[in-house]
């Protein structure tokens, strides 16, 4: 970490994450922070899902909730930014204070709860920018006290088809009640149905990605990698935040409930982005994100599985210079083992990490 986001972490720690969060968006917006340069580097390039993406690297959803700031997050390197979770009506979420630093553990744990400006807000932000380019994908989600949440689920991909590079539909969030049930396969099953359905009758079709839960056993993710195949889902994202706790050196905040992100989340989501990649075979797309805060760790996540990756954490502790570093990392690695594409890596570890036991 550079002296400069050195300083710039402590003044953001100053204050409490829910505002420090806020501070960076405005300061996004403004046009500060300047990320490190990220090299572009034909190696880094990916298609997938008929999208061409400069780098592996993405921003993942949660932290550009309201679609404010893609175009910043990806002038700082990154080769995609998700945006929302965004739910059709505005939600506060969970009574605050519901983010807090394990700075020990270079983790959080956070209990927002889909805090968001709802669809009509976003719509309008990502319409303005819709000429630009930069490939930006759209996470929705349900509102807490709607009566049909699938139907939550048909309006956003109806919603925002003509405005993503590609949707997000996250059933996996642990602080909205009852959500990680639509991950049982009857729910899940009709849901995938109904969303397919809805993108079939929108104005575009834009590739669908289902973001699953860490905390899975076998049957669960077998269960959720036949529907995923069935209903000819495009991709899955692996994985959102954790419920469990094990191995946590920060004194305080552990015992908060939420999903936990971060370093402490690296090695159970890349065992669940392994085995999800044995299920579902060499075809499918996989993003996989949880713990992703160097270089290194995102070619383990590409090494186990992963076509592209994401981080959002990482950020939060090593700075708005990561993604470029990252970048400039994997570039490195790909000229010292003369690779002519970081693909190439893609699975030579999964089945390593797929017999990993999970802690």
């Known amino acids: 970490m550079s002296v400069l986001d050195r300083i710039g972490q402590k003044l953001l720690f100053s204050f409490d994450p829910e505002t420090a ?61 998700e945006v929302g979770t965004i739910t059709p009506l505005p939600q506060s979420g969970n009574p605050k204070p519901r983010i807090f630093r394990l700075t020990a553990d270079e983790a959080v744990i956070n209990r927002l709860g889909f805090n968001n ?69 009857e729910q899940l099953g009709e849901l995938l149905s109904r969303v397919m359905a809805a993108r079939a009758a929108a104005s575009a079709q834009p590739p669908v990605f289902l973001k699953i839960a860490p905390d899975l056993v076998e049957a669960e993710m077998e269960d959720i ?13 692996v994985s959102n935040t954790t419920l469990a706790r094990s191995g946590l050196r920060s004194a305080t905040g552990t015992g908060e409930t939420g999903g936990l992100s971060g370093k402490p989340l690296f090695e159970r989501s890349t065992a669940v982005l392994a085995r999800m990649r044995k299920l579902l075979g060499p075809n499918m797309a996989i993003i996989g994100v949880g713990g992703v805060d160097s270089a290194e760790a995102a070619l383990e996540k590409i090494r186990a599985g992963a076509d592209l990756v994401q981080l959002y954490t990482g950020m939060i502790y090593a700075g708005p210079a990561l993604p470029g570093r990252i970048i400039a990392g994997m570039a490195r690695f790909a000229e010292r083992e003369r690779l002519g594409s970081i693909r190439g890596l893609r699975d030579s570890a999964c089945e390593r990490w797929a017999a990993k036991p999970f802690s």
């Open 21 to 81: 969060h806020g501070m960076s968006i405005a300061a996004l917006r403004c046009g500060l922070p300047v990320g490190a340069t990220a090299p572009r580097d034909a190696r880094l390039k990916m298609s997938l899902c008929g999208l061409d993406f400069p780098n592996p690297l993405g921003m993942a959803a949660g932290y550009d909730k309201n679609a404010e700031v893609p175009d910043a997050l990806l002038g700082l390197g990154f080769g995609f930014a």
């Open 117 to 185: 400006e709802g669809h009509a807000a976003a719509e309008k932000r990502l319409a303005a920018r819709k000429a630009r380019p930069g490939i930006v994908g759209v996470n929705i989600g349900a509102n807490k006290d709607s009566a049909d949440r699938i139907a939550d689920y048909e309006r956003g991909v109806t919603r925002f088809a003509p405005y993503a590079s590609y949707l997000t539909v996250n059933i996996s969030s642990p602080n909205t009640p009852g959500l990680r049930n639509m991950q049982a396969r």
């Open 225 to 237: 990698a036949a529907e995923v195949l069935e209903k000819k889902i495009n991709g899955v994202i």
